[in-house]
């Protein structure tokens, strides 16, 4: 099926069924909550936490070459918080979107080739097949489930794609102001595209790679007209690094350049030794083939891999990697040599482009990461589905054929678009399985000990996990495991001194804070327990060390603000107290407690305004806090503003209507409003109780008098000055009296 001879449901009806499909068996995951980075970068970024207070736009406009995805977490909180399905379907729909892209360039390009190509005869079919293999393949959920990475690498995928069929449509249309205007719009898009990630500087490449294979054909006369197009490309890519001053190279690799190992995730052969861009870049040759395999076998998928450098490009674990390597581009090449538009070809370019900024010696801590492949899978997955269509068509003409002799008869486009179909769904349901491992904690870390059980790293998460639920035991031996597999890792033995703590051996724990300090290795928690162990013993001094490392280390970190302000508020500092909590309200995590500090030191530094606005705050956490009410009742009371002292004697009365306390104030505040109906009840039953509540009965009569019942008014205040002992109550009665008569 020809793309001219398509009507315009035909372009249509596929995208929209594919993102439904696509939306079905991910929808079980929209729900999974945070994971692994997503922590953080999302729920505990001080940016994103800060997004509602601030113009989100504007504080990260071209402020960073990552800006788009910081702004992109912090439209998602400051309208759904911490909702995991608001980021997960906003992801989501990013990736349907470069789905749907992926699906219309194909279809334009394919549909552009020679008239006598087999691929453009079939380029519908092929263009399907392949956008639903790149939406639904179970090696994608590696990058479209995984929140941070998503809105990273997703980013970078959708703006290439985006651009790329811009591109393709302006280059291919004949109608003048149109081409004009699809190709400013693509120009336009550049500058963004930069703002991604660092990876995105491949992409004027893979537009002129698009440019030489499907739209010049492989003739450098039409590539010539648009050679100034893709020189433009460039400029504004580099020119928007060069005039935002992004640093995107760091630090350019020399025969010098090394990196330490990272702790917990040793791809060295030891802890101590180091990573070199020899050994690093060697064993791109397996990590490359690693990729290419999962795409065709997506079997045994993991977040982390057992995966060490190699160290000698003899070894088997590197040669034989670069000898299948340069076979298959040496393929590429004959087949280039032969034909300047050979498909397989592309392809092969597609992913090695796509793959330079991942895979070169430039060290990195990280080796094997299959989110990384999330731009270069369209090559492979392309190829895979025009060899798939292949075996569908040798699979249908045996259907058609057996068809003719039966009484239904099945056509060969029928055959075909549903052994497509099976496909699609047999690797939707393959991704459906797969992305049940991100559905908690503990789920995912368990998956990964499975895969690689000589990562440290993984075993301390899946401790984290354990402890969380309850299992310490579990969680404790699984600590000691991590510390087995990496010495110089010191995550696991801080957590296993916190278990330590929090069960009251103190003893324990600070040997292995101890411990923990000889490997040098700068952790903000681990100073935070330690000073909470001094401030327990009340060790202010040494407490205060601890507490300001930590915050040296983790500039918003609420938890040793507040815990530094308590050990200034038990040493009577209350501005240093005060000035901590409040940092702890602007750090990355705040509870009831740091609220209601904050609001005491306030209230005793006579901060009144700031004391109301902090005592508001627990109140809204829990409206079931008397002192809480009581208090700002009292405040508001004290500044006249009566109307809302009311609001909150009144919530704690109704709570409780014997309690005379929160009545008499009750009471009182109603008076000062007006509202005399209300407050005579209150105080008639406040009056019964003279010596604690000698005015209840003045009072009582001045809403008598207020309400129309002089008569009553004047009775009962005769009454109270004959039986009163109290002096100044008759006193007070008596003028009140002379007042109402």
């Known amino acids: 099926m020809e793309y001219k001879k398509l009507f315009l449901w035909q372009k249509i009806l596929p995208p929209t069924i594919l993102s439904l499909i696509t939306l079905i068996f991910y929808y079980p995951s929209l729900w999974y909550g945070f994971l692994y980075d997503d922590l953080p970068t999302i729920t505990k970024n001080i940016h994103v936490l800060k997004a509602g207070k601030t113009n989100i736009l504007s504080s990260e406009w071209f402020t960073n070459s990552r800006w788009i995805s910081r702004f992109l977490n912090k439209f998602t909180y400051k309208y759904w918080q911490t909702n995991p399905f608001a980021f997960r379907i906003i992801n989501l729909i990013i990736h349907i979107s470069i789905g749907i892209f992926i699906f219309f360039i194909l279809l334009k390009l394919l549909g552009n080739f020679s008239k006598s190509s087999f691929i453009k005869k079939n380029s519908y079919i092929i263009s399907l097949i392949t956008s639903g293999i790149f939406l639904l393949h179970p090696t994608q959920t590696q990058t479209v489930t995984y929140i941070t990475q998503m809105r990273l690498e997703g980013l970078v995928v959708f703006f290439t794609f985006a651009i790329l069929l811009l591109f393709i449509y302006a280059s291919l249309t004949s109608k003048r102001l149109l081409k004009i205007f699809l190709y400013l719009f693509s120009f336009s898009l550049v500058p963004f595209a930069t703002c991604t990630k660092e990876i995105i500087v491949v992409m004027p490449l893979l537009i002129l790679l698009v440019d030489w294979f499907f739209i010049s054909q492989g003739k450098f006369k039409k590539l010539f007209k648009r050679i100034g197009l893709h020189i433009l490309f460039f400029t504004l890519l580099f020119g928007t690094y060069k005039i935002i001053k992004f640093k995107i190279f760091h630090a350019l690799p020399t025969t010098n350049t090394t ?206 996990s354990l402890s969380e639920r309850g299992r310490k035991q579990e969680a404790m031996e699984a600590y000691k495991k991590s510390s087995e597999l990496d010495p110089t890792y010191s995550e696991p033995i801080i957590n296993m001194a916190f278990h330590y703590q929090a069960q009251g051996k103190d003893k324990e724990a600070m040997k292995l804070y101890k411990k923990s300090l000889t490997l040098k290795e700068a952790h903000p928690e681990m100073f935070h327990n ?93 409206s079931n806090y008397k002192l809480v009410q009581f208090t700002l009742g009292s405040i508001y009371y004290e500044k006249h503003d009566y109307l809302n002292a009311a609001k909150n004697f009144g919530f704690l009365y109704k709570k409780d209507k014997t309690n005379n306390v929160y009545a008499y104030n009750y009471a009182q505040s109603l008076l000062n409003i007006s509202e005399f109906k209300r407050a005579l009840p209150i105080f008639n039953q406040c009056g019964k109780d003279e010596n604690k509540y000698p005015h209840a009965n003045i009072h009582a009569a001045k809403c008598l008098a207020k309400i129309g019942k002089k008569n009553e008014a004047i009775k009962r205040l005769t009454n109270t000055i004959n039986n009163t002992k109290i002096e100044f109550v008759k006193r007070t009665s008596a003028n009140l009296l002379k007042e109402i008569i």
Not at 397 to 404: H, I, L, P, T
Request: charged share 20%; with cysteine.
């Open 259 to 464: 990196l330490e190992s990272g702790r917990g995730n040793i791809i060295t052969s030891s802890p101590t030794e180091k990573i070199t861009p020899q050994n690093f870049g060697i064993s791109q040759f397996k990590v490359i083939l690693h990729y290419i395999k999962i795409y065709f076998w997506p079997f045994n998928l993991s977040f982390d891999y057992d995966i060490k450098l190699s160290r000698s490009f003899w070894n088997r674990d590197a040669f034989f990697p670069f000898l299948l390597i340069f076979f298959i581009l040496s393929l590429a090449l004959i087949a280039f040599i032969k034909n300047k538009t050979n498909i397989f070809s592309f392809c092969v370019a597609w992913f090695f482009i796509s793959t330079i900024p991942r895979t070169s010696i430039i060290p990195s801590a990280e080796l094997v990461c299959d989110y990384k492949t999330y731009l270069s899978s369209f090559g492979i997955i392309f190829l895979i589905s025009i060899i798939l269509f292949f075996l569908i068509k040798m699979i249908s003409q045996f259907f058609v054929d057996y068809s003719k002799s039966r009484k239904y008869k099945i056509s060969i486009y029928t055959s075909q678009f549903l052994l497509a179909s099976l496909i699609i769904i047999l690797s939707g349901y393959s991704t459906k399985i797969r992305n049940k491992v991100w559905s908690s904690d503990l789920e995912f870390w368990t998956d990964v000990i499975k895969k690689a059980p000589n990562k440290a790293r993984a075993y301390n998460n899946y401790a984290a």
């Open 530 to 622: 330690l000073g909470i162990l001094h401030l327990n013993k009340k060790t202010y001094d040494a407490a205060e060390i601890c507490f300001k490392l930590a915050i040296k280390f983790r500039e918003f970190y609420s938890k040793a603000h507040f815990n530094l302000g308590l050990t200034y508020y038990y040493q009577n500092k209350l501005n240093q107290a005060f000035n901590h909590f409040s940092k702890a309200l602007d750090g990355d995590y705040q509870n009831i407690h740091y609220y209601f500090y904050h609001a005491k030191v306030a209230e005793s530094l006579k901060k009144i305004d700031i004391a109301i606005k902090s005592y508001e705050e627990v109140k809204k956490i829990d």
